[in-house]
């Protein structure tokens, strides 16, 4: 029998994504489908845009159905096996399926009112080489004067296909901005780069990957920086095409991604190469996703969210810097984890996930340890040594009278790289001038008034910012609180170093790299560009440095501030610390000269500093593990934590107090409460964010999927009152 009402998906301004019923008409029961575009009545709104996500014969009883007015396109964008992956996102989640469309499926493709880009990025060259089309084209774009391209698709009824064509003729511009974005919008290639040969240790990683090939496997790939992982990778793209799969490779950031879709596509061709990430138009993902539909796309680059792009037929799912944290997203819901959610995607389409890094994730790499899946590459590409890594004892220079940021070891270094010119990076890994600014007479900390964090004074705009909300205000000449004027800027951030290392070397070209240094997008690409053309000397910055810089004149690397990365009241501290530090210290010597690393610290015998001055990464997991075992965290349990916030201080601690008894009450008496722990409730270490106080519960839970679904469905009848805010964070990244 076929179906009288059908489900679907809207996107409405003011309501969010829904799903309503309608009749399907009798002329349209035949063709009707899963996937496809419709147009149906909304209200007063007239017809909006939808799309098929299911079919029922009954609705409830006072409900009455409009019909369906078109099916736009009979071919569907989606299918079911597709509804399906993106439901269990939503289950593991816990989260809407609407929430999980919105993030994963462009719901502008069909909205018939685009919205315009502000920024205006063509730029009209020449006529010469273009067809009689693309001249047609090019008259109507330099009539309407320079344009943007969403709207320029629209009005000379062109495609993205075609836009590119021009630009790769040189008759249209684009900025750098849209380049930076999507390279293939002016890249080429003309012939394929060859495959080099692997070295021995390359090889060996290379055919334990091929074994693999056509199982569900978990690899990781454990290779010291600079071991030449990139071409493994590649080799195993290359067997994975022969053998008719395609492939999704993930970077953790759009930089990244983009600096990778450019060596995919020289080295396999620009026409089966495309890029996925949340920063390409709604144009640009039309393209790509009508391509990967008729399975022209093979591999498939991008940021976390191309984990949702309709790939099929994986034969591979490549992740690369596996243990970046930029892989889940926090903010806003879907709290998804691209890592968890791609070994769900392997699963379905019965494919290794080849997971790869110098520094693991503790939890990829207990996995990998024991199932059988940890390849191993020890020695640099070339065999270029290690960087020697020197702990400087800061009590020791205080000792000596020595009360600046920098110690004499690390000015000296850098007074005779500049000599020999050579590069030198700083890392810094604090936003800001200082840390915290305090009124001498009184005490008082100044504190962002919707957070209850301290302010963090920014020299640049002379004012003070909130790191953690939008909250910016002047410095004030007077402490708030008792009228002295004797405020301090306490502690050390990047500019403060910058405006130190200013004055210790005059001479030097000294350029700083953060999130506040950046006015544009992209800046950091041409800061990164400058430096690796030898324009800047030092580069200063936060941990944006340590993610792949690959210049062979830097020789030299100073962190300042060492401890301050394991300093954090988390659970995963020591993990991110020493991360940070064994990637920054493998910036340095990725050429012919030597490298020289020099970690600054007062706390020189931690074991976590220790094991990273070694870049020794298995005597850190080893003790790093143990501690994780005592305390029941990841890979022991999986955690899941709620957060419970208002404005009301006093009825969000009591909401939460009471969802705690009532879960410790059932796993009580199911005799579960030692393999499912319910801690707290207890203030959040961020007690007040946006002017919300915030209160949190931890669940470690042992029992798999068994744990987890008891806990979702115990939440599922959970009823808050409306000025109470309940967040489900599945595997939390950190518990600030
Ligand atoms: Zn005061
Ligand atoms: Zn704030």
Avoid at 252 to 267: C, F
Avoid at 616 to 623: D, G, I, L, Q, V
Avoid at 627 to 632: L, P, S, V
Wanted: proline content about 4%; charged content about 25%.
């Amino acid at each position: 029998m076929l179906n009288k009402y059908a489900l679907v998906l809207t996107s409405i301004k003011g309501i969010g994504v829904k799903t309503f019923s309608y009749l399907i008409p009798e002329s349209l029961k035949e063709i009707i489908q899963i996937g496809q575009p419709v147009l149906v009545p909304f209200g007063r709104m007239g017809l909006i845009n939808a799309f098929v996500v299911g079919f029922s014969n009954y609705l409830p009883e006072n409900i009455k159905a409009k019909n369906i007015s078109k099916i736009l396109d009979t071919t569907p964008i989606f299918d079911i096996d597709y509804l399906k992956f993106l439901e269990w996102v939503a289950d593991y989640y816990f989260c809407s399926i609407q929430n999980v469309i919105e993030c994963a499926v462009p719901m502008k493709f069909l909205n018939t009112e685009k919205k315009e880009l502000s920024q205006k990025f063509i730029e009209f060259v020449s006529f010469e080489n273009a067809t009689k089309r693309q001249k047609e084209i090019l008259e109507l774009l330099q009539n309407k004067g320079k344009t943007d391209l969403i709207e320029f698709e629209k009005e000379a009824k062109t495609t993205r296909t075609t836009i590119n064509k021009l630009a790769q003729s040189k008759c249209l511009k684009i900025t750098e901005e849209q380049i930076y974005r999507n390279p293939l919008n002016i890249f080429k290639t003309q012939e394929l780069q060859d495959f080099p040969e692997l070295l021995p240790e390359q090889q060996e990683a290379y055919s334990q990957i091929e074994k693999r090939l056509g199982t569900h496997s978990r690899i990781l790939l454990h290779g010291v920086t600079s071991s030449g992982k990139t071409e493994v990778y590649f080799k195993a793209i290359k067997k994975v095409l022969e053998s008719g799969k395609n492939v999704l490779f993930l970077a953790p950031e759009i930089a990244l991604a983009s600096v990778l879709t450019k060596r995919l596509a020289k080295r396999f061709g620009t026409d089966i190469t495309a890029i996925w990430h949340s920063s390409i138009s709604d144009g640009e993902k039309f393209d790509v996703w009508q391509k990967i539909k008729n399975n022209e796309i093979r591999i498939l680059a991008g940021a976390r969210s191309a984990v949702f792009a309709p790939l099929k037929n994986i034969g591979l799912i490549i992740i690369d810097e596996e243990h970046e944290s930029a892989y889940k997203q926090t903010m806003p819901s879907p709290r998804y984890d691209a890592r968890t959610v791609a070994q769900k995607l392997a699963e379905y389409n019965n494919c290794p996930i080849l997971c790869g890094s110098a520094t693991p994730d503790i939890n990829s790499y207990y996995y990998a340890k024991n199932s059988n899946n940890l390849l191993e590459m020890k020695k640099r590409y070339n065999d270029y040594p290690m960087a020697k890594v020197k702990i400087i004892d800061m009590r020791e220079e205080h000792f000596r009278a020595n009360n600046g940021i920098f110690s004499r070891a690390l000015v000296n270094a850098i007074e005779n790289n500049l000599k020999d010119k050579k590069q030198t990076i700083i890392l810094m890994n604090r936003r800001g001038f200082s840390t915290y600014t305090q009124c001498l007479a009184c005490g008082e900390v100044i504190e962002c008034p919707k957070c209850a964090i301290p302010l963090i004074f920014h020299s640049q705009t002379q004012t003070l910012k909130c790191h953690y909300c939008e909250h910016e205000e002047t410095l004030p000449e007077k402490c708030p609180k008792c009228g002295s004027e004797a405020l301090k800027n306490c502690g050390t951030g990047v500019q403060k170093v910058e405006i130190i290392a200013q004055k210790l070397f005059p001479d030097a070209r000294i350029v700083r790299l953060d999130s506040d240094s950046m006015s544009k997008k992209n800046q950091h690409i041409e800061i990164l560009e400058e430096f690796s053309k030898g324009n800047i000397d030092i580069l200063i910055g936060t941990q944006m440095l340590a993610k792949g810089l690959d210049n062979p004149n830097v020789t030299l690397v100073g962190v300042i501030n060492a401890d301050n990365s394991f300093n954090l009241p988390d659970f995963r501290s020591c993990e991110r610390g020493f991360q940070l530090l064994t990637q920054v210290a493998g910036r340095a010597g990725r050429g012919d000269n030597p490298g020289e690393v020099y970690f600054q610290t007062y706390n020189p015998d931690f074991f976590a500093l220790e094991t990273a001055k070694e870049q020794n990464y298995k005597s850190f997991y080893e003790t790093e593990i143990q501690a994780r075992e005592d305390f029941d965290y990841p890979p022991f349990s999986k955690i899941i934590r709620l957060i419970l916030s208002s404005k009301n201080q006093y009825r969000a601690e009591r909401c939460a107090q009471e969802i705690a008894m009532r879960l410790n009450d059932i796993v009580e008496k199911r005799q579960i409460s030692e393999p499912l722990a319910i801690l707290g409730p207890c203030a959040c270490i961020i007690e007040k964010l946006q002017e919300k106080y915030r209160f949190q519960i931890l669940i470690k839970n042992k029992l798999e999927d068994k744990g987890h679904r008891f806990i979702l469905n115990f939440l599922s009848q959970v009823k808050l009152p409306d000025d109470i805010k309940l967040t489900v964070d599945v595997d939390p990244l950190d518990i600030l």
